[in-house]
């Protein structure tokens, strides 16, 4: 199973990006997929998430300004990111999250960088 991260860059406040992330490879009782950061000197945080069952999450921070969305066809997942601030600068990382023997795994892609400019 292979997470393929795309979309990070350099970006002024309050402009968008948007990351995308495809899944190659199966992955059975897939839970749902998303989003993490991490900033520099910082721990590894939760951005979004989207479940394969519907619904979504987001961290306070980033809610109303992130959108999370599935394809599940193509079984990829965005983020876009709108009113971008330099407090978002970070590694994001795609996250999938799957049931295996009755424990919830954690599968990582590479990181990708964004950074916001002030």
């Known amino acids: 199973v292979q997470l393929q991260a795309s979309g990070g860059g350099l970006v002024q406040a309050g402009g968008s990006l948007t990351l995308s992330c495809a899944r190659s490879?199966?992955?059975?009782?897939?839970?749902?997929m998303g989003w993490y950061r991490q900033a520099p000197g910082k721990q590894r945080e939760l951005v979004a998430s989207?479940?394969?069952?519907?619904?979504?999450h987001y961290a306070d921070s980033v809610k109303g300004r992130f959108t999370a969305s599935r394809d599940n066809a193509k079984n990829t997942v965005h983020l876009l990111m709108n009113t971008l601030k330099p407090e978002d600068t970070a590694v994001y990382y795609c996250?999938?999250?799957?049931?295996?023997?009755?424990?919830?795994?954690?599968?990582w892609g590479q990181g990708t960088q964004v950074t916001v400019s002030s």
């Open positions: 996250n999938a999250k799957a049931w295996s023997a009755g424990i919830l795994r954690d599968y």
């Open positions: 989207v479940f394969i069952g519907g619904g979504s």
């Open positions: 490879g199966s992955i059975s009782d897939i839970w749902g």
